[in-house]
């Protein structure tokens, strides 16, 4: 069993800047990537990005240059730096983690942008 948890979404200002991390625990070390969801609302869940236990990190191509994703893994956190935030970026964002046998979701964390 993995466990993750969301924290670091707020209100910000267009061109404004948050960091969201989400912390594993349980079985963390059977986790082979780490990455962000976000669901607007009416809209359906599109992936943002993700690291791989090597560190390589993938964006989508709405956040690319915008955001990056990072992970400590002596903390068994990962970290998504949210740089010129837009209104569009508006969204609840999900930490998800993929291990052999199954994906993990944490609860989600708001992330509004007022413009």
């Known amino acids: 069993q993995v466990q993750l948890v969301e924290s670091g979404g707020g209100l910000v200002q267009a061109g404004g800047s948050l960091r969201l991390s989400c912390a594993a625990s349980?079985?963390?070390?059977?986790?082979?990537?780490v990455g962000w969801y976000r669901q607007a609302p009416g809209k359906q869940r599109e992936w943002v990005a993700h690291i791989t236990s090597g560190g390589n990190p993938n964006y989508a191509d709405s956040v690319k240059g915008r955001f990056t994703i990072s992970r400590d893994n002596a903390k068994n956190t990962v970290y998504l730096q949210m740089n010129s935030l837009k209104p569009e970026d508006t969204a609840v964002y999900y930490c998800y983690a993929d291990t052999l046998r199954r994906a993990y979701w944490g609860q989600g964390t708001q992330v509004t942008v007022s413009s």
């Open positions: 349980g079985s963390s070390f059977s986790i082979n990537v």
